[in-house]
């Protein structure tokens, strides 16, 4: 089994917040992993990976939402992909839905509103750190919320995952259950 997780940070420091942590995770349960940049992902590193986790980015780093062609490859190769943080900006607006601005930092309780392979707790604690949240999830589920938003998505038939919290911080579970599972 292995991961190609993707970097979205335009600036190289926020690497040891946002990419590390979660390398750290996959690195300490045996799991195989390659990381890339957004932009220079390539077919290969696609094809020789059997998931796909997007790691999130400082708040005031958006390039990745500009331009979302790099997600096309990702989705057509039919890989599970799982989004954290501000990744799931771009999954969420890739599949048609709307967000709004909405600054959302610390620990906030969430409940879970579909149940799913990622999490079994109905109700857990989950550190958020964004600027932004889905109003409307578009075509994905809501998997759960927090407070009246959603803040954990998934694809309707794939294995599309994005969680607007940052479960590598309090929740590695989430990432082994996506990880490990098949």
């Given at each position: 089994?292995r ?12 690497e ?21 940049h ?7 590193d ?5 998931k ?96 009246e ?16 919290f ?17």
């Amino acid at each position: 089994m292995r991961t190609l997780l993707i970097n979205l940070c335009s600036n190289p420091l926020s690497e040891l917040e946002f990419v590390k942590p979660v390398e750290q995770i996959l690195k300490s349960h045996g799991i195989i992993f390659h990381t890339k940049h957004y932009n220079k992902v390539t077919c290969k590193d696609i094809e020789s990976s059997d998931k796909v986790i997007i790691c999130g980015t400082a708040l005031k780093d958006a390039a990745f939402l500009e331009d979302l062609n790099w997600l096309i490859q990702l989705y057509e190769a039919g890989k599970p992909i799982l989004g954290i943080g501000s990744s799931s900006q771009a999954l969420v607006k890739f599949f048609n839905g709307r967000l709004i601005d909405r600054v959302k930092i610390g620990v906030f309780k969430v409940k879970v509103v579909k149940e799913n392979r990622l999490v079994s707790k109905r109700l857990f604690q989950a550190y958020f750190l964004t600027k932004k949240v889905a109003s409307d999830a578009g075509s994905l589920d809501i998997l759960a919320k927090a407070g009246e938003k959603p803040c954990m998505v998934k694809h309707e038939y794939r294995d599309v995952y994005g969680c607007f919290f940052h479960p590598e911080v309090m929740n590695p579970e989430i990432i082994l259950n996506f990880t490990l599972e098949t």
